[in-house]
């Protein structure tokens, strides 16, 4: 099992930037695939960035090239986020599972989200 906790959620004002990091523990931690989710009020979740275990990263068609998404040795995830907008106000939230699952964007373990608000 894995214990995911975010930190780094902030108000911003339109423009800036925020880093948003999770730290994960537990067995295992590192066999699993990691990624970041938002929600918004009123809005579904969605997938934001994803890190496979080969390294490679997936983004959301929303955030990409604003966003970068990266992992380090000791299973701590981060979000780069630059030139945020009021759109990209939510919670965000880390998951992780096995790759397999993952890949299928199956995801069992969450934090407990971190609050993004940007405003103009």
């Known amino acids: 099992q894995v214990q995911l906790a975010e930190s780094g959620g902030d108000s911003v004002q339109s423009g800036g930037s925020l880093r948003l990091s999770c730290a994960a523990s537990?067995?295992?931690?590192?066999?699993?695939?990691m990624a970041w989710f938002r929600q918004a009020p009123g809005k579904e979740r969605e997938r934001v960035a994803a890190?496979?275990?080969?390294?490679?990263s997936v983004y959301a068609d929303s955030v990409r090239g604003r966003f970068t998404v990266s992992r380090d040795r000791n299973n701590n995830l981060y979000l780069q986020m630059d030139s945020l907008q009021p759109e990209d106000t939510a919670i965000y939230y880390c998951?992780?599972?096995?790759?397999?699952?993952?890949?299928?964007?199956?995801?069992?373990?969450w934090g407990q989200g971190t609050q993004v608000t940007v405003s103009t």
């Open positions: 998951a992780a599972d096995f790759c397999g699952l993952a890949r299928r964007g199956d995801y069992h373990y």
């Open positions: 537990g067995n295992r931690a590192e066999s699993y695939c």
């Open positions: 890190v496979d275990d080969d390294g490679s």
